[in-house]
């Protein structure tokens, strides 16, 4: 898998050219700034593209914005957006515009390289991976209709999906089982009232309501 890096501190951009290297990706390209990104990616079509939320010049959304041309132009290459802090309306604006192949983990995960890498090869497979600080932080503040119809145990589950991962990720995190799991995903798609067509975008659709970002 091929993957481009797009990040303006060479010290980190280093770390993350090993990491991928050591999960299986082929470094094709490493770039320090958004327009660099959008050509690096128009020339090797890959299947991963690593991008800073803040680049030059301005070091504020240039790399969000890059990343949302890129699922605009290539779909078909993942993005996952690192990022120093917790800003999670960076997550909410790339979901909303495309709900596959998209991650926002914060920087300090890189340092647990298996936990990234699988992350990173969630998103690379079509997945999503949202950092556990962002999830938790939209948690206390997400308390309007339809989330607060939730239990305390389903918000927990919908925390857990929103991270990206499967029924069997989410019963070991919580340390329940996975007919557990499924019951309370299904309670939670009932009463977010969301419509009955393929589980796997309903999840997504879970993920977005809980996000704030769907615009229906």
Do not use: C
């Not at 790339?94 to 926002?104: D, E, I, K, R």
Request: no cysteine.
């Amino acid at each position: 898998m091929r993957a481009v890096i797009a990040e303006d501190s060479v010290l980190l951009r280093v770390g993350l050219v090993k990491v991928l290297e050591t999960g299986g990706f082929r470094v094709v390209a490493e770039v320090g700034d958004g327009e660099a990104l959008l050509a690096a990616v128009e020339e090797h079509r890959p299947e991963l593209a690593l991008v800073d939320v803040r680049m030059p010049p301005g070091f504020a959304d240039e790399g969000v914005r890059a990343a949302m041309e890129i699922r605009r132009r290539w779909p078909r290459t993942a993005v996952v957006l690192l990022s120093q802090y917790v800003e999670e309306r960076y997550a909410a604006d790339l979901l909303s515009a495309n709900t596959s192949g998209v991650g926002y983990l914060l920087k300090q995960r890189v340092a647990d390289v298996a936990e990234f890498v699988e992350a990173v090869r969630r998103v690379t497979a079509g997945g999503t991976a949202l950092d556990p600080q962002v999830v938790a932080q939209l948690l206390l503040r997400r308390d309007g209709d339809p989330l607060k119809r939730l239990t305390p145990r389903e918000r927990d589950v919908l925390g857990v999906m929103a991270e990206g991962r499967s029924n069997a990720g989410i019963a070991q995190a919580l340390g329940v089982s996975e007919s557990a799991v499924a019951k309370h995903i299904n309670n939670i798609f009932a009463k977010l009232d969301l419509p009955v067509v393929d589980a796997d975008h309903r999840r997504v659709l879970a993920v977005l309501r809980f996000l704030g970002a769907s615009r229906a």
